[in-house]
């Protein structure tokens, strides 16, 4: 990336590296996006670094004049910013914490720090530039959180005053922008304390308030825990389970580390979409609480009700359809795997069943299960968990070899319409389907067998 800086010094010798380029190349860590600030043309800046140093240019924002450089390969960014102010001290002085408010001439050594940013970077410390940082933007409340989280600083006590101050204008802040920053937190190895420090500063409450609603939910004798701590601790789990998969995987580990590795949505991959899972699957809970006139405690179709508000949520942040739908379907299918517990052990035809009604996420939400699982430590809990874990081990492979060699019909559609004398339509996709699943459980192994058991079906009325 030094022939990129050298370029930049070349096309804009009195322009500063700034932000979080700054911050980052003072603690060594690797980094592919520049900030720069120029008192000239951003648009001019970025053109000429595109051209010169093989990239495309396109302009950010009409309102703030920013333009952005991006790779043809994609290996690295740059954003290219016009100075908010007369002088690069101005500037700084409008930036969120000092530890951001830190220039770097790029003609020049050493380093432009008038807020005291290169301190608190040794001191491992969050602090505001000034008393009404936040105030400018409330997405720096989010995003002091994510920052403590991913860099593992402490936050000042007067910053976290600062911050709660402006946490409720988060309300007002586009939702693309509350995503971004809280896909980050929710996807830090410190997941868990960023969340705790959201609820400190009362972001929780402004962004997500359906999750600070899960304070204080009792729950049955099962649960050791109310809802919104037993939400934490599958989150716990979840990532617990991510760190160390062969704890659950065994000898499938490559397999379910391949496949939780996949792009998702979002800039996520299916292991950090999982973690959203976790954070939403309970949900609707506190709607659908409720007590039975023996004193037992339920919440009945929050797996359902709660893949609904978990779209509405995602949807409101602007999140995708496709992260929407996935997110939904764990928390519609997380309860399934545990229900079959008490049939164990399990016929092929139940392994199916399974399988197909939770496609596409069938693993994942086999994960998702067993957290759910290790995370609820009521009574009874070592006895449930261990035969929840065998189940979940069997189901895990059956979903890995599925995804990896989909079940099918023995006989092709057409094949099976002309044998039996019937037209495509409703009752030769049912047909399919069975065959399908007589297939799957080991029923019928042949087309012959496929067709003969078709025409069983239809002469006994089942299908038609």
């Not at 000092?98 to 220039?103: C, D, E």
């Not at 709660?164 to 868990?192: D, I, M, Q, S, T």
């Not at 405690?297 to 949520?313: K, N, P, S």
């Not at 067993?370 to 070592?382: F, M, P, Q, S």
Request: glycine residues 8%; aromatic residues 4%; charged residues 25%.
């Amino acid at each position: 990336m030094s022939d990129l800086v050298g370029e930049l010094a070349r096309i804009v010798p009195d322009g500063w590296l700034v932000g979080g380029t700054v911050r980052d190349r003072v603690l060594g860590r690797e980094t592919a996006d520049f900030d720069v600030a120029t008192a000239g043309s951003a648009a001019d800046v970025a053109r000429g670094l595109g051209k010169a140093a093989g990239g495309f240019a396109f302009e950010l924002s009409e309102t703030f004049g920013a333009w952005r450089v991006v790779a043809h390969e994609r290996t690295w960014q740059v954003d290219v910013l016009p100075l908010n102010g007369a002088t690069i001290e101005e500037d700084l002085g409008r930036r969120d914490l000092t530890i951001n408010a830190i220039a770097a001439p790029l003609s020049a050594v050493g380093y432009v720090d008038p807020y005291g940013g290169l301190e608190d970077l040794n001191a491992r410390r969050l602090r505001a530039v000034s008393p009404v940082a936040f105030e400018r933007d409330p997405l720096r409340t989010l995003r002091l959180a994510r920052l403590a989280c991913e860099l593992g600083f402490s936050v000042e006590a007067a910053t976290q005053g600062l911050a709660r101050a402006a946490a409720p204008g988060l309300a007002k802040v586009a939702p693309e922008r509350v995503f971004a920053e809280l896909r980050r937190v929710v996807c830090a190895p410190a997941a868990l304390a960023g969340l705790d420090l959201m609820d400190t500063l009362g972001v929780t409450d402004a962004v997500l308030p359906e999750l600070a609603e899960l304070r204080g939910v009792e729950q049955s004798r099962f649960h050791h825990l109310d809802v919104a701590d037993h939400t934490r601790s599958v989150l716990a789990e979840v990532i617990g389970l991510e760190r160390d998969p062969a704890r659950l995987a065994g000898a499938e580990t490559p397999a379910l580390v391949a496949f939780l590795s996949e792009p998702l949505a979002n800039d996520m991959t299916r292991a950090q979409a999982l973690r959203f899972g976790a954070l939403l699957h309970d949900i609707a809970k506190p709607q659908t609480r409720a007590v039975t006139p023996q004193g037992r405690v339920t919440f009945m179709g929050h797996d359902e009700a709660g893949a609904r508000l978990g779209m509405e949520i995602l949807g409101r942040l602007r999140a995708s359809e496709r992260l929407r739908e996935h997110v939904a379907a764990l928390t519609r299918h997380h309860l399934r795997l545990g229900f079959l517990v008490h049939e164990m052990p399990l016929s092929r035809r139940a392994v199916y069943d399974y399988l197909r009604a939770t496609a596409p996420v069938s693993v994942d939400v086999t994960v998702l299960s067993v957290a759910d699982r290790l995370a609820t430590r009521g009574d009874n809990a070592e006895r449930a968990i261990a035969t929840h874990l065998e189940l979940a081990r069997q189901m895990l492979a059956e979903g890995l070899a599925w995804i990896a060699d989909p079940p099918r019909p023995p006989v092709r559609g057409d094949e099976l319409a002309q044998a039996l004398g019937i037209k495509p339509g409703p009752v030769l996709g049912d047909l399919l389907a069975e065959l399908e699943a007589a297939s799957f459980s080991g029923e019928v192994a042949t087309p012959e067998e496929a067709i003969a058991h078709a025409r069983e079906l239809m002469a006994s009325e089942h299908i038609g």
